[in-house]
């Protein structure tokens, strides 16, 4: 897969058994605890979880009585294991297999939720589209509530922790890490004129090696506010944790995260 279409084929099983261990019941009650008070929720709200993953945010809503629920995700993969959590967990979540690019929604949603880093897959013109076909979906006045890793805080870490790689040019970052009981090896190269992110991950897994190639647009909080703008959404509050502390913009917090509210649009 290259830089273009990696999205398509990478959130499978082996992405997925990565990231599991890590999100644990305690994890996700925290984080929809912050996001049910920071997006303003409230129990008769149609509610899209866009890019849900395997519903763990969707699930946890469902079962604190938010009975509108959507889950969308473009992988077969996370949306199978979503829908049987959510039998299992005994809740009604309307999960759909979907691509952000191409929404099928309109004026449907009181709140979308984008949470996990899950947005920047694309090149800039369609990372923009995504927020037009965010707020098709929304209702007049209509909350947008993104989570995503703090652009500036990619800038700052490469500067700090970066080595020049011989081959690209680029600043890489080696590392090893513990993800879900696995020991991952991880390169970061990070193109600050694009300001894009290629992580390399690969790891052994019953002497079978795994791996996987990540790309990522990141953006400053400028330039969310100036998209987020252009797409037809004011601000309403901004975070730079799910701690709820205020944004930082001397470049310490590690989240960008923002309500915005529809303002224009059909």
């Known amino acids: 897969m290259n830089e273009r279409n990696w999205w398509q084929k990478m959130f499978d099983q082996k992405y997925l058994d990565t990231y599991l261990g890590n999100l644990t019941p305690e994890r996700t009650n925290e984080e929809t605890d912050f996001i049910v008070k920071a997006a303003q929720l409230t129990q008769s ?12 945010h969707s699930i946890e809503l469902a079962e604190r009585g938010f009975a509108h629920v959507t889950g969308l995700d473009y992988s077969k993969v996370f949306i199978d294991k ?33 949470l996990f880093t899950a947005f920047g897959y694309f090149d800039d013109e369609t990372n923009k589209s995504v927020l037009e076909q965010i707020n098709k979906s929304l209702k007049p006045g209509g909350r947008f509530f993104i989570d995503v ?53 690969e790891w052994q897994d019953g002497g079978e090696k795994k791996e996987y190639d990540y790309y990522l647009h990141v953006y400053t909080m400028s330039q969310y506010k100036q998209m987020l703008e252009e797409a037809g959404f004011t601000i309403d509050g901004t975070w730079g944790d799910t701690q709820g502390n205020p944004y930082d913009s001397n ?7 923002i309500l915005a509210r529809k303002v224009r649009g059909k």
Not at 251 to 257: A, L, P
């Open 82 to 114: 979503a829908v049987e959590d959510a039998m299992q967990a005994g809740v009604n979540v309307r999960f759909l297999r979907g691509d952000m690019k191409e929404l099928p929604f309109d004026g449907e949603f009181d709140a979308v939720l984008l």
């Open 149 to 201: 890793v703090s652009g500036e805080a990619v800038i700052k870490r490469f500067e700090r922790e970066g080595v020049a790689d011989p081959e690209t040019g680029l600043p890489k970052i080696p590392r090893q890490v513990e993800m879900s009981g696995h020991l991952t090896d991880e390169t970061e190269w990070f193109d600050k004129d694009k300001q894009v992110i290629h992580s390399h991950r």
């Open 251 to 257: 470049n310490t917090s590690h989240r960008t995260i």
């Open 45 to 56: 709200d149609e509610i899209l979880d866009l890019a849900c993953g395997h519903g763990r």
